[in-house]
């Protein structure tokens, strides 16, 4: 069985990104590996953000509730939607990491991955220069194929 890994951010190309590859998936068989990588806890201390001041809200009444745990949540729905709407396979896993590329890229090594499926922000060039691109850095180190799926934000026309 193939196995795809999608690349997932959260932010507003996600939906299209998992879509896609789910579409993608239930054509080729493949299962699907959805994968977020949350900054670690340390980041947001260096920036002067603490964990402990950020309005997280609690899976449930008993118990607290953490980024990485908040990721994990919104992965499962995702890989539930996924499974629902296209019947394939689909698991979650977010990962604490500064290095988002190699984190993806060793999970695609661990796990067998046919194929890596990123999603491209139409960032302009200035802003991919100085702040860098997680699916460019994927598509540089990868030796699997990668596919990127471009989003245009509503209401644009190419």
Known sequence: MLNFLIAVDFSD???DVVDYAGKLAATAGAALHLFHVVE???AYDVAGV???DLA???LNAD???TIKQMAEARL???SEGVRLKWGVSAQATAVDEFDKAGALLKYAGEHRVDMIVVGNHNHSFLSS???GSVAESVIRRSDIPVLVVPFLEQGKKD
């Open 13 to 15: 190309a996600t939906s």
């Open 40 to 42: 670690p806890t340390i």
């Open 50 to 52: 603490f964990t402990e």
């Open 56 to 58: 997280l809200p609690s």
């Open 63 to 65: 118990e607290t509730c």
């Open 76 to 78: 499962d729905k995702m």
């Open 129 to 131: 220069i100085l702040l």
